[in-house]
């Protein structure tokens, strides 16, 4: 599967390690108390008591869809330009019961439906049906074409949950997998649920909840009023003792610049108002904002405005807290960053588009694992992303956000443990690489197609033409992704299939672009030739991707990463890879100045959440305009969140190296700081950490792990045994549940 | 393309005749002109002053979901047991203009909108805009979840029709044929519309209309109303003079036998009444019924019931009258039973499924063509029954049903001339031949898989094991029309590898089938070996399809047609193939005793629609049942309207030759009738036609007729110079607009 000089040496990313553990542990059949396990984990992360349930997929998508088209530029609607999907209207939900005593179960849905005990159907939809005991099977049968088909079922035994099958076509329940006579795999085909426990909590009905916020200041500026909320926020705008006939307009700023410059702020809304007496009104539109700057006209009075704060009520589990503060300070604000920006789904920012882009989207779900760790919003997000078939375009239009989309799942099944998703969309992700492989050029390459963005990211003069090597890299990932999902899934074919492309395409890969020149993989090839243009992109991956032996990495350190020659990154987007390439080649101290000089410097502009772009030649309100436009620029985008990564997986160091952290890896990295402490969230609860040059304090909930230090002395422990791997390096083995403390010296 | 022992003889039958004729066209360039008719013909059917909108296909699936779930079986609702597709929820429209001076355009849509002049948005959404003079583009964008996205724009010359273009992705236009690189078709991409010309006429709100109807009678029976419409009809039952507290049961009856057996009626409905003064009041559901049995609980008094008849307002066009009596009630019966059947869109009967089946809807096709000839009807039904892609199955399940639909669309463009449909629907046509093409099995041929239903037709003992001849038939045929259609969308690479799949198929199904012992096609092949049964299916549609030399006609007409000991067919679903086989052979007078035998018999028992079955054997009650329940048996099935379209196609004998009549021809033939007469719609109007022993009189509005007729001496005719072809065979070629009066001799 690997190429021989790829193979991955002491300093094996979390990835590359875990591949070869799953593959060695799958060959050896210890694998299968994993599967079991993980199952046990899915069953207990999904299934409750009794909840909403649906097809899998479809109430992503339809919230999705709601969600997206909420978008207005200046008061117009701007609904998104790729296919939408809709819910499957007809859907039909069963479960086989076996009752040591007879039950009266309450059945509820939102559609038109019909029930059915055994095969018999009851005459019209009775709200409730009597189950005598023995073995008995419930079909409901659903139809809604404006919104999905849902149902809701509650016995003392028999509940709706995600243990109940679902099809939308009644003579198979067929595995989403196909029907490939390789497929070896058990069949699962479980209902999609969230947390719509309660018959009242209408899945239709879902809204984002809301909690009133008072107005940090305000003042009059040429007779309208200026109203700040003191930092970056999102929500529905309320009047108080609003009077009169008129109108009153809105004017949003993540600047005061921007709220103040009415022809130019990028939203607005316009209520008209016809009230005799004095009464409050909320604006029906939730918008993000700092400032909101409100122009009546006619006789309109109003005393004074507050926000409802709307929110994902997500809780952060991990931590982390050091003795810089100003690093500290740069994680409490990605943290805003990153609450703000995570809603019914991760989206990319909160002012301007709000929609769920893929390849801002894979970054959330990075930094989610390290904060808030909520699977279902992952779900959502990669549901909601990837839509139905047919395939007609790439995700979002962009062909890298495909690649991110197939990396993505695999590391939900990474940090989640949740197989049973996984393979439940191994359909998606097959016939999604299928659309990439049908596009391949006469090279076997991608290349741009009538309808494919290349984005790579946002720089200007960044070349998109011919066959790019970042794509190329991707493209390559998402082979070895599928590889490794079809043998989880059971398709043993197509993982030899993905596996021999993605060897070959590695092959081309350097055969084509790394130039022993430039001692890196150059940006492209046009007409057959490949260009002399360096850029950082496939040559950052290629260090967190394992892809570049030992030599090649450490020239590429100098003569990409370090080299101020090639064009630099100027969005966190793009900064949340390099820093991570970094990282991975053991540079904390260098990316730690990094980010306090370049996330530091935002917060010395003010910024109380990070931006979209950030280029600190810039000056005042020249940061605010992107894309052209004056306030162009996302000052609240999820990209910008990214340290909550950086510092849980490089510098706490915690992540999985087996499926929902069975087994895991701590290798603490200081970077120059004195101290550091936090949490890591894992699906059976936090690993906490404490680090200083001396001493390291560890306990965990869940598997097993692998404490891995450099110590100028052997680090003592009185509660494991440490090991000396040679070179300073020093290994302590973590069960679970107990306190381990170790005394070392930090090199 | 054919084999040479299939080589059309001179009793070519129209599909043949029509195919050698179109690729002789289309290969000496003469086509064109027809491309230009038909383009012109398409734009006069489907292009009015303004209407709504579509996604072409959007509306109708919606729509058809709508009508297919009305089905309620003892007041059980009872959904279709296939996958059900939603509209896309986003769509964009857009046209350019070219302008000699300005207009206002109001613009309506449902669903959230933004409207783009030259790609610039507009704040809002204006309800109307001002568009300058010169060259001007406009988009509208549309959001909609619940009911399909559509637009309606009225301007003095910027109006929306199906002109504009459509698509649910921004970034391409793409041809629904897809981007392969032979495409050198034009691009058709057009708006689906129907006749929603006004802007009050919203799609979403469309109801068949109503009309008010008394009943024939009325009595009391043990206390209860029953009462009579008269005949077989459909609608809401409206009772007049309610009063007191109770409820009210309907029970419905095509017979009076059902409607009194309340425990056995297959449809009701319960109204609960609380009225202190005497109201009218109306079922909110209309249903299959001759008979209503009104029984009522509690204190509830009822004056009178009477009917909301509901119908799709759809005039006839063609028409036929002859001598026998008999025979011009079977055929006024027959055009009851498909209005009644013809809703909005054609559907298998009134009472009981009230759902598009693709066999169903084939022959309701055929008939429209010379009854109503409603274009409109057949390609909604079209959309409805293929849904959407990914093709996950059979259409309704049924193997054979795929293949009828095949067939429809290309009737359709041979009766009506609307190349832009055929064309715009090829890519969905193709999807479906592949979906088909991928489960052949290992000899290439196809049987049953897991999900599919082989129905062929209601028999007792009809054996679906193994490899079933008629299902290869089916299939041949439909690879036949794929290579004709692709041809037709300029697919030519296509259109080879379907000519060669059909021409290697039909080898098949000769060297596997045909019995030189039997002198049939026998029935199936199971475990390699083909079985000794012969059934009428698959001989009697080789016969019209033109497989069978003229020795293998005439042979299996006597050991399969007119052979007793081959189990007799019992629908007029399987009748109206084996009469129109027999009509294609000439065997006019015995399918017209045939005709009155069995339509009659149905008469003779008081139909006043016909049947789903009938079995001449039966008795009384015994009628009504089917599928195991006393009333199963639905007494108004479109399939039991056949002579509609025997008597125009092979009695009246006219059929097109080209598409839209352009070419055509008219074969008379009396059958032991004294004189005829009638009239067959075509695009442009009706061709009306006299015919007895002595006299034919002709006058056409379209194209270039050919009246085919024997008589013993030559004919004489004013208008035109009749040819001799020998054998007693004259041809009289029929000009547009002339009335024809052909005196001769019949044999």
Same mark, same amino acid.
């Given at each position: 599967m690997m190429n021989k000089n790829n193979e991955p040496g002491s300093d094996t990313t979390m990835w590359l390690y875990l591949r070869r553990t799953l593959v060695q542990q799958y060959r050896s059949q210890l694998f299968k108390p994993f599967v079991l396990l993980c199952a046990f984990a899915s069953l207990w992360l999904t299934a409750s008591a009794q909840t909403w349930i649906w097809y899998p997929g479809d109430y992503e998508i339809w919230l999705s869809n709601e969600m997206q088209n909420r978008r207005t530029e200046r008061g117009t609607f701007y609904p998104v330009f790729w296919k939408v999907d809709s819910h499957y209207p007809l859907v039909d939900f069963h479960k086989e019961f076996n009752l040591a005593r007879p039950e009266t179960v309450t059945i509820h849905a939102e559609g038109q439906y019909s029930i059915k005990l055994d095969g018999r159907a009851f005459s019209g939809t009775p709200a409730a049906i009597e189950v005598p005991a023995g073995k008995h099977k419930i079909n409901i049968k659903v139809f809604n074409q404006a919104t999905p088909p849902v149902v809701f079922v509650k016995g003392q035994t028999i509940v709706s949950d995600s243990s109940w099958q679902v099809t939308f076509e009644d003579k198979e329940w067929i &595995?989403? +997998? =196909?029907? %490939?006579?390789? $497929?070896?795999a058990t069949v699962f085909k479980h209902a999609g649920s969230w947390?719509?426990? &309660?018959? %009242? %909590?209408r899945p239709s009905a879902y809204k984002l909840p809301v909690t009133p916020v008072a107005a940090a200041s305000a003042e009059k500026v040429n007779g309208a009023l200026l109203v700040d909320f003191g930092k970056e926020t999102f929500g529905f705008v309320k009047l108080h003792g609003v009077k009169g006939k008129g109108t009153i307009s809105l004017y949003y700023g993540e600047s005061r610049e921007e709220a103040l410059d009415t022809a130019a702020s990028e939203t607005f809304d316009r209520i008209n108002v016809d009230m005799s007496a004095a009464a409050d009104t909320i604006n029906p539109h939730s918008k993000a904002l700092r400032y909101v700057h409100i122009v009546t006209n006619g006789n309109v009075q109003l005393d004074h405005a507050s926000l409802l704060y709307e929110y994902a009520p997500l809780q952060d589990k991990g931590n982390f807290r050091c003795n810089d503060e100003e690093v500290n300070k740069i994680y409490e604000v990605s943290k805003y960053t990153l609450h703000l920006s995570t809603r019914e789904f991760f989206i990319?920012? @909160?002012?301007?588009?709000r929609w769920i882009w893929s390849g801002d989207a894979y970054q959330s779900y990075l930094m989610n694992y390290y904060l808030m760790n909520d699977n279902e919003t992952v779900k959502r997000t990669t549901y909601a992303l990837r839509g139905?078939?047919?395939?007609? =375009?790439? @995700?979002? +239009?962009i062909m890298d956000y495909t690649f991110y989309w197939f990396m993505g799942v695999y590391d939900y099944y990474l940090y989640s443990g949740d197989k049973d998703f996984l393979v439940q969309n191994y359909g998606r992700m097959k016939s999604l690489m299928d659309f990439v492989w049908n596009r391949r050029n006469k090279n076997g390459l991608l290349e741009g197609l009538p309808g494919d963005w290349i984005f @790579?990211?946002? %720089?200007?003069? $960044?070349s998109k033409q011919g066959e790019i090597s970042f794509e190329q890299l991707l493209f390559a990932r998402g082979l070895e992704t599928m590889a490794l999902c079809a043998e989880l899934a059971g398709r043993r074919q197509d993982a030899e299939h993905y596996k021999a492309a993605a060897v070959e395409l590695k092959q081309k890969l350097f055969s084509i672009y790394w130039s022993d020149k430039a001692k890196a993989l150059v940006h492209s090839r046009v007409n057959g030739q490949p260009t002399e243009n360096v850029t950082r992109y496939a040559n950052m991956f290629a260090i967190f991707f394992n892809y570049f032996n030992e030599q090649q990495k450490q020239a590429v350190k100098t003569s990409v990463l370090l080299n101020k020659n090639v064009p630099e990154i100027t969005t966190p987007y793009m900064r949340f890879y390099e820093l991570e390439a970094l990282c991975a080649l053991g540079e904390q101290p260098y990316v730690l100045q990094e980010m306090k000089n370049y996330w530091g410097g935002m917060l010395k502009l003010g910024a109380t959440s990070f931006w979209e772009e950030y280029d600190p030649s810039k000056k005042g309100a020249e940061h605010y305009a992107m894309y052209g436009r004056k306030y162009g620029k996302s000052l609240c985008h999820a990209w910008g969140a990214s340290p909550l990564y950086l510092l849980g997986?490089?510098? $706490?160091g915690v992540s999985p190296t087996a499926p929902g952290y069975e087994q895991y890896e701590i290798k603490p990295a200081l970077g120059g700081l004195k101290w550091m402490e936090g949490k890591v969230p894992t699906p059976a609860g936090n690993i906490e950490l404490y680090c200083s040059n001396k001493e390291i304090k560890i306990v965990a909930p869940v598997g097993t792990g692998k404490l891995i230090i450099t110590s100028k002395t052997k680090p003592v422990c009185k509660e494991g045994e440490v090991m000396s791997k040679g070179n300073n390096v020093y290994e302590l083995m973590i069960g679970k549940d107990r306190k381990y403390t170790v005394r070392y010296q930090a090199m």
């Open positions: &595995d989403e +997998t =196909g029907k %490939a006579s390789d $497929l070896s947390n719509f426990n &309660d018959v %009242a %909590a990319d920012g @909160i002012k301007r588009d139905k078939d047919p395939v007609t =375009g790439h @995700i979002n +239009t @790579i990211d946002w %720089a200007t003069g $960044l997986k490089y510098y $706490l």
